[in-house]
């Protein structure tokens, strides 16, 4: 597999743990949905962000050598984290798109 597709994944990956992690927090939850998940929702949801955020180094880990791999996996935890949280200041609606699994008692 190309190494930008690798690297893509690698982003990708990021930026769905990162916003798996912020749901997985009441406050932000309220944001998305209007109100807080259920406590195994959440524990799902930070169970996820992790997991992504390990493909993610496996992946950044596939690419290249440990000390830039490293490097790289950071700097895509750096964006995803800042991207993450300019949606929820901006439209944080935008991040029901990362769990559609996810029930509300508003819908």
Do not use: F, K, N, Y
Not at 2 to 19: E, H, I, Q, R
Not at 57 to 64: A, G, N, W, Y
Request: net charge positive.
């Amino acid at each position: 597999m190309p190494t930008a597709l690798l690297l893509l994944a690698a982003l990708v990956a990021s930026v769905a743990g990162m916003g798996w992690l912020a749901l997985s927090m009441p406050v932000h939850a309220q944001q998305v949905w209007g109100e807080p998940p259920t406590a195994a929702t959440r524990r799902g949801l930070r169970i996820a962000g992790v997991l992504a955020l390990l493909v993610a180094l496996v992946l950044c880990l596939v690419v290249d050598h440990a000390t830039m791999a490293s490097l790289v996996w950071v700097m895509g935890l750096t964006a995803a984290a800042v991207g993450v949280g300019m949606t929820l200041a901006w439209q944080p609606h935008w991040l029901r798109v990362l769990s559609p699994w996810v029930r509300t008692r508003r819908g």
